[in-house]
């Protein structure tokens, strides 16, 4: 009986010892799977960033676009500061379309009475108000003057400028191995340019594919280093 006994103790200890093993092995496996995915989702996630912002640029300068540095301050230290050699010739062309719009805006009163008000006042609100509030702008639009061909020629320009300068800013992080901030980007305009089938749309998938393997292997892994089985497909 206590052979018995003891023969059973010890194919018990054997299995026992065994299941460990498995699942040491599993373990290991599963942390290198893990690991490979973090790589690939990291490297995917700031490919994203890059084609995005790029993809925003073209449509930008495709429709005379004006893109704001609010949220990238990065951009507004190369167009305001910086002023690299490569965007000179943007930023000329720019300040030439908009010292010729400046030049026949001050050929009105009117004009140089709203400058005055909008230096004179404090916060954005205010100068935004001064701006609106005049029936200035409404009848320079009304009449036949070249306004019309001067504002858009500086819209066209200064859209070209900040998309050349967005480029720039992407080949920076890009060098830099960083993910680009996004966040400027308008969920309208980040939804057409995901269109769909699109290679943005589809890398979007695959990042959203690996976030969801990722999340069942941490899990899976957790379990594993409490003895506890993997999570049961549902």
Excluded at 9 to 17: A, D, K, T, V
Excluded at 22 to 31: C, G, I, R, Y
Aim: charge should be positive.
């Amino acid at each position: 009986m206590k052979t018995v006994l003891w023969s059973m103790l010890c194919l018990f200890l054997s299995g026992w010892g065994s299941m460990q093993a498995v699942l040491a092995q599993d373990l290991k496996e599963m942390e290198k799977n893990l690991s490979a995915i973090n790589e690939d989702l990291n490297q995917k996630t700031k490919e994203y960033s890059w084609q995005l912002a790029a993809a925003y640029a073209d449509y930008c300068e495709a429709n005379n676009k004006y893109i704001s540095w609010n949220d990238l301050p990065y951009l507004q230290t190369v167009v305001e500061y910086e002023r690299p050699a490569s965007l000179e010739t943007y930023r000329l062309a720019h300040k030439a379309s908009k010292d010729e719009l400046d030049k026949f805006l001050n050929t009105y009163k009117e004009y140089k009475d709203l400058t005055k008000k909008q230096k004179e006042a404090v916060t954005k609100e205010e100068k935004d108000a001064v701006s609106t509030a005049s029936a200035f702008w409404k009848k320079l639009r009304s009449e036949e003057n070249p306004y019309k061909d001067l504002y858009y020629a500086e819209r066209k320009a200064i859209s070209k400028y900040r998309a050349e300068a967005l480029r720039y800013v992407i080949a920076h992080y890009k060098e830099k191995k960083q993910e680009i901030p996004t966040s400027y980007i308008k969920y309208a305009e980040r939804s057409y340019l995901l269109q769909k089938g699109s290679a943005l749309e589809l890398l979007q998938k695959e990042i959203n594919a690996l976030e969801s393997v990722q999340r069942e292997l941490v899990q899976n892994i957790t379990r594993a280093r409490y003895g506890l089985g993997k999570t049961e497909d549902k």
